[in-house]
Structures are given as structure tokens and as C-alpha cells.
């Protein structure tokens, strides 16, 4: 299965910034998918970015505060534009597997990020 | 819309003893793919086990099994000779065999303790 390089692991940020996060995938993926969870919750899909096209968002986020790049098949960005504290979470990103019988999702390590 | 639904927030056991978590998920399709995923606190999302709808036989990975009543729509986890090393996150999460609709979509997690 694939391995997710994700960058950075944490960071704290002053409120009213932006801050974007890297994935980076050691094999060609089609599908990549950015995660929020928040403290003590479950995880919730913000996004899921395919190269060569527009991200598809999920109801209740939007393009401009979490806006995504693809530019190939193995990277992908996101960032968390104008943040505030409730932006507080840990961001993951993940891949689907390329063959779906054999493997499971793969995901990056998360981004703990606190909004201060 | 498919929903997941665990209904222990947090279940405690024995060192060396079983335990089972609860899984139930709300679908119209017949057929999907169940997935468990462990977090430890280090927040990595590790693969526990996998199953195919479509698959009567339930999956095991050695001190990891399943029990999936698919007509219940039930998806429990069961944990033989418990570790020390099992203490962590479980989230049980479902992905509609559907193109375009290959997102996970996940319960809101069951911490488990293990108790030395």
C-alpha cells in the first residue's frame, strides 16, 4: 500500500493566517482525501481532490477557507485560510488503495493544528 | 446518505482477555466495504481489518476478527488476548462501492482502555 509523507506534523498560528499543509505519496493515486477531526471527535471529510481537476467539498466547507491543489498524482495541499480557533483540529490526508479487495485507505500522519 | 454508528464511546478490559466493539451503519446499497481503524495517540490511522459485502466469511487478522451480520447491518470487532499495545482509538467506517462516491464515511469512535 501506499505511503503518505505529511507535512508539517503541528504547528500554532496566529489568528487571522493561513496555513497549508502537504501530502505527499510515494506512488501515483488517483483520488486524495483531506480530513478534519476535531478534538476528541471522529473524523470528517472536508474534500477529496483528483489531479487535473477541481476539488469536490463536502456541505459545510468551502472552497475559499480550505482551498486544495493537486498538481500531480502523487502531491496534494491544503490550506486553512483566515483561521480562527474553532479551526483548531488535526487535518489528515489519504489515499484511496489501488486495488480496493486487497488493501485498505492509507493516511498521512496528521497535522495538529492550534489557532491561538 | 450512509451513517455509522458506534455506540460505546469508551469500553475498558482485561489484559489478556476479549472484547468486542459495536458497529451498526445505515445503507440502501448491497454492496460496500466495512473497514475498522485503530488511533493511538500518536494519531496515526492504522488499518485494522477489512471486509467485503459480498463476502459471507467473516475477516480476521490474527488476535482480530469481525462479526458482520450484513441483513442487521452490523459490524463488530472483536479483540482476543488484548495488549497493552491495543489501547487506542477504534473507528468503524464504511465506502460505497459507487465511482464517484469512494469516500469513507466514519462512526464517531470507541476509546479503548486496556487494563493491566
Known amino acids: 500500500s501506499a505511503v503518505i509523507s505529511q507535512k508539517p506534523s503541528r504547528d500554532i498560528c496566529q489568528r487571522g493566517t493561513s496555513l497549508t499543509i502537504q501530502c505527499q505519496v510515494d506512488?501515483?493515486?488517483?483520488?486524495m482525501f483531506w480530513y478534519r477531526q476535531q478534538p476528541g471527535q471522529s473524523l470528517t471529510l472536508i474534500a477529496t481532490?483528483?489531479?487535473?481537476?477541481?476539488?469536490?467539498?463536502e456541505s459545510g466547507f468551502v472552497i475559499d477557507k480550505f482551498p486544495i491543489s493537486r498538481p500531480n498524482l502523487t502531491f496534494s495541499t491544503l490550506t486553512v485560510s483566515n483561521m480562527s480557533p474553532e479551526d483548531s483540529s488535526i487535518y489528515l490526508c489519504?489515499?484511496?488503495?489501488?486495488?480496493?479487495?486487497?488493501?485498505?485507505?492509507?493516511f498521512g500522519s496528521g497535522t495538529r493544528l492550534t489557532v491561538v | 446518505a450512509q451513517t455509522v454508528t458506534q455506540s460505546q464511546p469508551e469500553m475498558s478490559v482485561q489484559e489478556a482477555e476479549t472484547v468486542t466493539l459495536s458497529c451498526t451503519y445505515d445503507?440502501?446499497?448491497?454492496?460496500?466495504?466495512l473497514f475498522w481503524y485503530k488511533q493511538p495517540p500518536s494519531r496515526q490511522m492504522i488499518l485494522v481489518i477489512r471486509?467485503?459485502?459480498?463476502?459471507?466469511q467473516n475477516a480476521t487478522e490474527n488476535r482480530f476478527s469481525v462479526n458482520f451480520q450484513k441483513a442487521a447491518k452490523s459490524f463488530s470487532l472483536k479483540i482476543s488476548d488484548s495488549q497493552l499495545g491495543d489501547a487506542a482509538m477504534y473507528f468503524c467506517?464504511?465506502?460505497?462501492?459507487?465511482?464517484?462516491?469512494?469516500?469513507?464515511?466514519f462512526g464517531t469512535g470507541t476509546r479503548l482502555t486496556i487494563i493491566p
Open positions: 471486509q467485503e459485502a459480498y463476502k459471507q
Open positions: 481532490a483528483n489531479q487535473g481537476s477541481e476539488a469536490t467539498y
Open positions: 489519504s489515499v484511496e488503495p489501488m486495488l480496493i479487495t486487497n488493501y485498505g485507505y492509507t
Open positions: 506512488s501515483q493515486v488517483t483520488m
Open positions: 467506517a464504511y465506502r460505497s462501492p459507487n465511482f464517484g462516491n469512494e469516500k469513507l464515511t
Open positions: 445503507t440502501s446499497e448491497s454492496d460496500y466495504y
